[in-house]
Nanobody, 116 residues
């Protein structure tokens, strides 16, 4: 199994930046890709960004020009850098690990609030 722990969330003013991190442990070699998802109150969980083992990335259109997903294989971590934050970015952000099965692994989530 895989365990995921997110950190780096908090309160940020509109136009500000933050970097989220996700620490993975357990069966690290089984991970095919890692991603960041977010869920706002009353809305479905949605993909923000994803990075494969080989380094291929995808982004949601809403964050594509102002976000960067990256990974550090030595530290078993994935990161999400977000710039020019907007109030609509407010959500709980979850780290995800794809191991090729129907059900992926999820972290506990970290709250991001964009407000003045």
């Amino acid at each position: 199994q895989v365990q995921l722990v997110e950190s780096g969330g908090g309160l940020v003013q509109p136009g500000g930046s933050l970097r989220l991190s996700c620490a993975a442990s357990g069966s690290i070699s089984s991970i095919l890709a890692m991603g960041w998802y977010r869920q706002a109150p009353g809305k479905e969980r949605e993909l923000v960004a994803r990075i494969t083992r080989g380094g291929t990335t995808i982004y949601a259109n809403s964050v594509k020009d102002r976000s960067t997903i990256s990974k550090d294989n030595a530290l078993n971590r994935a990161y999400l850098q977000m710039n020019s934050l907007k109030p609509e970015d407010t959500a709980v952000y979850y780290c995800n690990a794809d191991v090729g099965l129907a059900t992926p692994y999820w972290g506990q989530g970290t709250q991001v609030t964009v407000s003045s």
